[in-house]
C-alpha cells in the first residue's frame, strides 16, 4: 500500500514537472510514449484507489467530468470591462484624465487576447475554483474544464492562504483552424473564430472534449494576495509567472504616452504576428497605489483601458465562383477575388462553404464584397455590396452534374452540402490521396496536389495503396521530379507503413471520422481486422463515437473495395495493428473469462484491465482459456472452468497478479 502511493506521488511529480517543461518552458524533457506510460501507470493507481486522488492529480487534466448544468457563483470583486480607444485622440484624453486625477504615471501595455476571461481562485495553494465571467457579477463554475488547460497550474508553487487570479483563456490560431477543418469535414458546424471555439469549448458540459480542444491561458491579474512587495502591474505579472502561470512576455513600459502611442500603431500593424488573435491592447496605470486612487467609474476602471485595432476588413471582387469537390464528394463553392491584402496576407480565394450561405449572404459573380479573416486566419465574404453593381453580376447555381466526372449532383434532405454522386469520381479519389498522404494520416512528405494528380492521369496508381508499388522508374519522368526528390519520396512512402494503426484508420478518409476518432478506434480495437469486425451497435457503445460516424464506419468496412483496398495495404506490409503498448505484456494473448460479480472493478473495467496488459477478454470458458477470474454469485462459467481444470482466481488474486508483473 505504502509502496504504491509512494510511486503515485512520484507519479504526479513526474507527470507534472513534464507539462511543465513541455508547455510552460517548451523543453520537453520525455517522450510522448514515456509520458502516456506514466500517465496510464497513475490512472490505473487511482482507478483501484479512488481515494487517493487529489484535485491537483494531473489525472484531473485529462477530463471525463460530466455535468448537466454549470453551477453559478458570485465574483470575489465583479470583473468589469475597459472602455475603449479607437486612435491616438482616445489615447490622449485618457492620458489627460489619469494625469489631472494621478499626476505623474508610467503606464503598462499588453496584448489584448481575444478569448474570454477565465477567473482562478486558488485556497491554500490548490486551484479550487475556475469561473466564467457571467454577467460580470455572477458567472458559470467551470473548474473540472479549466483543469483540462494544461497550463493553468493545479497547485502553486507556494503555499498562499488565498489567490484569485484573472485571465484570458483562448485558442491558439493554429488550433483553431485545424478543429474547424476538422468540423467541416465531418459535416459539424465550424465556430466563426477563436473566441467562440474558446468559449465553446470552456462550456462543454463533458470535460474530456474540452481536454481535447487545445485551450492555453495568459494571467493578468490578481486578488486577495497579501503580497507587500507587489506594487505595480509589471510586479504582478512577475509574481503570476513566479506562482507558475502562463504570463505574457510581450508587455512594455511607458512614461512618455507619444512614444506609447506610436507603440500602439506600431503593434496594429504587427498584430497578425503572433501565434493567437489579440484585438488590441490594454493600457493599465503600472503602479497599483495610483490605481486605487483613480479608481473605478460604474463599469470600468479608470486607471486602464483598451485600445482596439480597427476590424480588418477590406474590399475586393468576386471574380468568378468555383467548384471543389472534396474527398467525401462534397461540393463546396469558392469565390476567386480579385487579389488583395488583408490581416497579414495578400487573399485570392475565400470558401463560400455552401448553397445556403450564398444565397443567404446574396453574394453574385462580379459582387464587390467586403472581407475579413476569421480568427485572424480563415478568409471569409462578410457581406456583399449590392449598392455597387452595375446589373451584370451574375447569381450563382450549384452545378446539377459534377465538374470533375459530369454525374449527377445531389442535395440530401436535411443536408447544406451538395454532393457528387459517384464513388469513381476522379476528384474524390485524387482529393482521398491527397487526404491520405497528409501529415496528420501517413505523413508522407514530397507527394504533393500536383504529383498525385500526374500519378493518377497516368494511370500509374488509381489508389492511395498503389503507391506501396510504385518503383523508381514510375515517378523519375514526372515533372519536377529529380533523382535525389525520387528517392526521397520512395523512403518516405516506405517509411509510411510503419507509421500506425491510428493515423491509418483517419489517412482511408471515413466519413465523419477524423483524426481523434482514429485514435480512439485504434485504442479500442488494436488492430484493422478488429475494427472491420465491428458492428454499428458495438462502435455505438464507445465514447465519443456518435451514431452517425458508427454508422459511417460500419458502411465504409461493408464495401468491397475497402477490403480490396485493405488487402492491398497488408500485402504492401502497412503496419494495421496498435503501436505495441510499452505496458509490460503479463497476460500475452491469453484469454481470460470473468464470471461473477466483482467488488473492485465493474465489468468494463477489469475487461479493459485485462486488454491493457496484453490479454483478451472472452465470453465463455473452453479448453484455451487461461484462467477464470470469478466473483460471488459465479454460475455455469466456474463450473465449467472446474471441469475443463482451468485455475480460477479470484478478485484479490488478479489484483496481486497485476501488481507483481505489471
Ligand atoms: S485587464 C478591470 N488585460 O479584455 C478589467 N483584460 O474588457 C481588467 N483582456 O474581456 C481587464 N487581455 O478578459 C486585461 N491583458 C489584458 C487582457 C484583457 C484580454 C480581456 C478581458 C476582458 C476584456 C476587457
Known sequence: MQVEQERLAKLRYKIEEANERYYVLDQPTMTDAEYDSLMRELLDIEHKHPEWVTPDS???????????????????????????????????????????????????????????????????????????????????????????????????????????????????????????????????????????????SLRQLNSRITAQRKLDYFAYQMLGAEEPEVKSQTDVLAYLKQQGFPVNPEYKVFQNIEELISYCEGMAEARHRFPYDIDGLVIKVNDLAQQRELGFTAKSPRWAIAYKFPAEQVETVVEDIMVRVGRTGVLTPTAVLTPVPVAGSTVSRATLHNLDNIRDKDVRIGDHVILHKAGDVIPEIVRALPEKRSGREKVFDMPECCPECSSPVVREAGEAAHRCTSITCPAQQREAVIHFVARDAMNIDGLGPAVIQQLLEAGVIKDAADLYALKFEDIIDLERMGKKSAENLLQAIADSKERGLAPLIFALGIRHVGEKAGKILAKKFGSMERLQEATADELQGIPDIGPAMAESIAHFFRQESTEDFLDKLDRAGVKMTAAESSRPSVFDGQSIVVTGSLQRWDRQQIEDLIETYGGKAAGSVSKKTAFVVAGDKAGSKLAKAKELGIPVLTEEEFARLLEEKG
Do not use: C, W
Open 58 to 200: 494531473p489525472s484531473q487534466r485529462v477530463g471525463g467530468f460530466v455535468t448537466k448544468e454549470f453551477p453559478k457563483v458570485r465574483h470575489l470583486e465583479p470583473l468589469l470591462s475597459l472602455d475603449n480607444a479607437f486612435d491616438a485622440g482616445d489615447l490622449r484624453e485618457f492620458d489627460r484624465r489619469v494625469r489631472s486625477a494621478a499626476g505623474p504615471v508610467e503606464y503598462v501595455v499588453e496584448l489584448k487576447i481575444d478569448g474570454l476571461t477565465v477567473a482562478l481562485s486558488y485556497e491554500n495553494g490548490l486551484l479550487v475554483r475556475g469561473a466564467t465571467r457571467g454577467d460580470g457579477e455572477v458567472g458559470e463554475e467551470i473548474t473540472a474544464n479549466v483543469k483540462t488547460i494544461p497550463t493553468i497550474p493545479l497547485r502553486l508553487k507556494e503555499t498562499v492562504p488565498r489567490l484569485d487570479v484573472r485571465g484570458e483563456g483562448y485558442m491558439p490560431k493554429a488550433s483553431f483552424a485545424k478543429l474547424n477543418q476538422e468540423r467541416e469535414e465531418e459535416g459539424q458546424p465550424t465556430f466563426a473564430n477563436p473566441r467562440n471555439a474558446a468559449a465553446g
